[in-house]
C-alpha cells in the first residue's frame, strides 16, 4: 500500500468539502461530512490520490485513454494515432 506523504497530504483538500483529507488504507478520506452526512473517500492509484467528485467517476472511467494523455494536442483523436519521438 501506497503511503502519501506527510507533505503531501498537508496540502491536498478534498474538491467536494474543502476540508483536509487523511490516508485510510488504499482511500483518502475526508475529515468533513459532506452534504449527504457522511465523509467522501477517494482512492489512490498507483500511488496517485483520485481527487474526483464521486458523481464524476463514473465519465472520467468512460472517457478514451487519449483524454487523460495530456501531452501536445492531448483530448483529440488525431493525438492518440500520432507517433511519439523516441
Do not use: N
Not at 498537508?10 to 468539502?17: A, D, F, G, I, K
Not at 496517485?48 to 485513454?65: R, V
Request: charged share 20%; net charge negative; with cysteine.
Amino acid at each position: 500500500m501506497p503511503k502519501i506523504s506527510p507533505e503531501l497530504l498537508s496540502v491536498l483538500r478534498c474538491p467536494v468539502t474543502g476540508s483536509p483529507l487523511v490516508q485510510d488504507g488504499e482511500e483518502l478520506v475526508t475529515t468533513a461530512a459532506g452534504s449527504s452526512g457522511e465523509k467522501l473517500r477517494y482512492a489512490i492509484e498507483d500511488g496517485i490520490p483520485l481527487l474526483l467528485p464521486p458523481e464524476l467517476l463514473p465519465a472520467a472511467a468512460a472517457a478514451p485513454a487519449f483524454q487523460h494523455d495530456g501531452g501536445p494536442g492531448a483530448g483529440t483523436p488525431e493525438a492518440a494515432s500520432r507517433p511519439t519521438d523516441a
